[in-house]
């Protein structure tokens, strides 16, 4: 049997694996109680076989700043915890319930209210406020809120809570000598510093008995200049194991480094594992950790290797609820594997409730569910092996529909090959992986090679159409635009990058290309019309931050508000506050977007009854459109 799946203990709480759900900040209803579809979300994460399930943060309180997330501040909030916690119960699945003071200068609500934080440090979304300090009788209140708020996790059920300590939220601001200046007890040497979340864990201590278990989630190390350095994380270990907890959840990062914190499709694997491993060398406690684990080879390694006790999975427990169960089962190949796109923070941050790129039942468990086959034969044709295309075409075949795919070219996969073939992006190319393998599978046929024509789509007399034709890049008329080649030539390969080479296009497809082409060329530069690099991107600021630090490490050169006016055999002329400069290159790469493959569209919308045009071929924009937009088109069919 795989260490994985062990029998486990931490404190009195016994888990059937080593598997965690990792805390995720959760949507709820307007008193901050857990809504309906929250509950079902985490159901169903129980219901695939994980061992425990840390919820995200529950405030204690809204006496100091909004509500970021669910609360557990009064007596109302335990019923739908406590329905959230039994139905995972009934699948043998332990809750542990997360229980944060606040975000303090992390929160995020408005440009104008300054936040509360450890000392008057600049608030994080809004660099110009200056946040203002907890007094020491504040700082008494709180502490008590969070030990009855726990009292009320053990009310509702809860096997045991985790003290949100992490991050660069509120207790790590009072963790940290850049974000704490204080004076007082509160402030100074590393037991002060600490002594907020002490008196926290002493008060929840007060409040659940000494048999309760008791987590803490910490930051042993930021990875950011100025901020936390290893050798104090291994202290803080050190003082905790004293304070009486029963286990450590290592975290690493901040919001300033926030993709270390929350790992992107730019992150290698198991890269918060070596300060995991630091911290269980100086601790007995058991320890918890993550960091891109969602191999199931290196995450029983893990722990075979004694790295950590247990294996906490974040965003893959959104692409897939069923990961624990499909790795006891052998069962590797069929898990849906999470890209690292974090479409889903970008939609909690942006005010919605999580999404999944690759999982369209994400928080819509019983919503969005297709329905179940009745016999009803339907004839299906997907134009396009992308995404999208596929997308549809695995969800018509788990409706008993016929379902044929075309694919003009002799792979599926459409845009994901350019997308995950650069050496930082093959999380990608797990994506086409897994859904070829579940188009195969249900029994789809697939032609390959097959361009569609509007004879052969009308000759098929389909029930239903769905055209994923795609993108094709945009070619802008630049003069000498021929000695140039649009990114996904040298993305996919087909073409090689000299020794100097111009990416004319600053969005995600350029910036990706630009830094894919550095690992050969000697010099790479971008030129970009708008003030900055990725300024139109819509991806989530720690996908950002990380493809930023990947430019800047690399030494890509960046040209801002320049416009190209002419390439030639040598190099590149283009004009910038009305003067005009020259680059020298031996290769031009063109990432000025994609337009739409949606030709057909036109032609058959007069000869065919039921066309849905999906993906890029309605709109060049995300994975998540394209995945989404065919599963629901085959959906409500």
């Known amino acids: 049997m795989l260490k994985l799946f062990e029998k486990t203990q931490i404190g009195s709480m016994k888990l059937k694996n080593r598997i965690v759900m990792g805390p995720m900040g959760t949507t709820g209803e307007a008193d901050g ?17 994980t061992g425990l399930i840390i919820t995200g943060a529950n ?3 809204t006496k100091y700043e909004p509500r970021p997330c669910t609360e557990l501040s009064n007596f109302h909030h335990v019923e739908r915890l406590n329905m959230l916690i039994e139905r995972c119960h009934h699948y043998g699945a332990k809750v542990s319930v997360q229980i944060s003071p606040g975000l303090g200068r992390q929160q995020f609500t408005d440009p104008f209210t300054p936040p509360y934080s450890s000392s008057d440090c600049n608030a994080f979304w809004f660099p110009n406020l200056k946040c203002k300090p907890f007094t020491k009788e504040e700082i008494k209140d ?16 809860a096997d045991a809570v985790e003290l949100h300590a992490y991050g660069g939220y509120l207790l790590d601001q009072f963790h940290s000598k850049q974000w704490n200046t204080r004076t007082d007890e509160y402030g100074g040497d590393l037991k002060n510093r600490m002594r907020f979340t002490l008196e926290c864990i002493e008060s929840i201590r007060k409040n659940v008995g000494n048999k309760f278990p008791i987590l803490v989630k910490f930051t042993p190390v ?17 003082i905790l194991e004293a304070a009486n907890v029963d286990a450590l959840h290592v975290d690493v990062g901040c919001y300033e480094a926030w993709h270390k914190a929350i790992s992107t499709v730019y992150e290698k694997e198991e890269h918060q594992m070596d300060v995991v491993e630091a911290v269980k060398k100086v601790v007995s406690l058991p320890v918890l950790g993550q960091g891109k684990m969602f191999d199931p080879e290196k995450a029983e390694r893990a722990v075979t290797e004694g790295k950590t006790d247990y294996i906490v999975l974040g965003h893959q427990m959104l692409a897939d609820p069923y990961w624990a169960s499909k790795v006891k089962e052998g069962n590797t190949m069929d898990i849906v594997p999470c890209i690292g796109c ?6 909690g941050f942006s005010g919605k409730h999580y999404y999944c790129a690759v999982n369209p039942l994400c928080y819509a468990e019983d919503n969005f569910e297709l329905p179940t086959p009745d016999g009803t034969k339907k004839s299906v044709l997907v134009i396009g092996g992308g995404p999208g295309g596929m997308s549809a075409a695995i969800a018509a075949a788990k409706r008993g529909f016929d379902v044929e795919l075309w694919e003009k070219s002799s792979r599926l996969g459409g845009n994901l090959w350019a997308a995950g073939l650069p050496t930082f992006k093959h999380d990608v190319l797990r994506l086409i992986t897994y859904m070829e393998r579940q188009v195969l599978k249900l029994g789809v046929t697939v032609k390959l090679n097959k361009e569609a024509t509007t004879e052969d789509v009308v000759a098929g007399k389909y029930d239903k159409i769905v055209l994923a034709a795609g993108s094709v890049p945009v070619m802008p008329p630049i003069e000498g635009i021929e000695l140039a080649k649009a990114a996904n030539d040298y993305l996919l390969g087909l073409k090689k990058p000299g020794e100097k080479v111009v990416v004319i296009g600053g969005g995600l497809v350029g910036c990706e290309t630009a830094a894919y082409m550095k690992e050969t060329a000697k010099e790479v530069t971008i030129i970009e019309m708008l003030d900055d690099i990725l300024a139109i991107s819509e991806h989530c600021l720690n996908n950002d931050q990380a493809l930023r630090t990947m430019i800047k490490e690399r030494n890509i050169g960046v040209v801002g508000n320049a416009k190209v006016a002419k390439i030639t055999s040598t190099g590149i002329t283009y004009q910038k506050d009305g003067k005009e400069s020259t680059i020298e290159c031996d290769t031009v790469i063109i990432a000025a977007g994609y337009k739409a493959n949606n030709q057909l569209e036109k032609e058959l919308e007069d000869k065919v009854e039921d066309i849905t045009v999906i993906g890029d071929a309605e709109a060049p924009r995300k994975i998540l459109t394209a995945v989404h937009e065919g599963y629901h088109t085959i959906r409500v069919m």
């Open 222 to 238: 930021h990875r950011v200049e100025g901020g936390r350095e290893l050798e104090e994380g291994l202290e803080m270990a050190k």
């Open 59 to 61: 405030v204690v309180t």
């Open 142 to 157: 709180l502490v008590e809120k969070v030990g009855y708020s726990a009292s009320l996790a053990k009310m509702a059920g």
């Open 33 to 49: 109680s857990y809504c309906t579809e929250g509950i079902r979300y985490f159901e169903e994460r129980a219901k695939g076989g």
């Open 342 to 347: 974090n479409e889903c923070l970008l939609a």
